[in-house]
């Protein structure tokens, strides 16, 4: 079975910091990641994904992810927050024959002070 | 032109009632899903169809019907709804294979009293 952690509940970073999200998985197969973005009373909308390859994958509104196998990760970072980030962030996992779903961490909030 | 579309956005009923939530993909994708996010911002897979076939059911009560009459369309029929129903209920579309993204409809809104 597959599972993803998502550590902190809620972040909070001003405006122009660094931003990180954590997101730790288990997996029996080689997984397949994903970042999502849930802006308040919308969908899920792709940030980016890691299936195979280039473990440094760049996504949308300047958010990177680095797929680490030895460290089971999948962090999620921007260098410089902007007022637009704050939302719901999702990271998901999928793999393995006839698994094609979506496993979901619990969320991590992102507030922005200016 | 939306990609995933649902309706309707907002659903208030009583309990004991029936209702259905449509879901239509233009995307050309083969998969169709149904997520359940509670209250808590969890997300979890309801169904999962390939080709108008269902491949994946998790566990769901068996008041909770889904129907695909199409490749393009999802719908989900929830009979006898209950308290614990109330959630954001979203459709996905994908092509098939476990590698490539799901694309997420805005999600229906369902508050059962």
């Known amino acids: 079975a597959q599972s993803v952690t998502q550590l902190g509940s809620h972040v909070s970073v001003s405006e122009g910091a660094l931003v990180l999200l954590r997101c730790n998985y288990s997996s029996s197969v080689p997984p397949y990641l994903f970042w999502y973005v849930q802006y308040p009373n919308q969908g899920l909308q792709l940030l980016l994904k890691y299936t195979t390859g280039a473990t440094l994958v760049k996504g949308i509104n300047g958010f990177e992810a680095e797929f680490k196998k030895s460290e089971t990760s999948f962090h999620l970072t921007k260098p410089s927050a902007h007022m637009s980030d704050a939302a719901e962030y999702f990271c998901a996992v999928s793999g393995g024959r006839g698994a094609q779903k979506l496993v979901f961490g619990q969320g991590t909030r992102l507030t922005i002070n200016p | 032109d939306t990609a995933v579309s649902q309706t309707p956005k907002y659903l208030v009923t009583q309990m004991g009632n029936d209702k259905s939530i449509k879901c239509e993909q233009n995307?050309?994708?083969?998969?169709m899903y149904w997520y359940k996010q509670d209250s808590k911002k969890f997300l979890k897979i309801m169904f999962s169809y390939n080709n108008k076939e269902l491949i994946i059911n998790e566990t769901v009560p068996n008041r909770f019907s889904p129907k695909s009459p199409d490749k393009a369309h999802l719908n989900l029929h929830i009979n006898s709804l209950e308290l614990g129903d109330s959630a954001v209920y979203f459709c996905?579309?994908?092509?098939?294979?476990?590698?490539?993204?799901?694309?997420f409809g805005p999600g229906t809104r369902l508050t059962v009293t």
């Open positions: 995307l050309g994708h083969d998969t």
């Open positions: 996905a579309s994908s092509r098939q294979g476990p590698n490539y993204e799901q694309y």
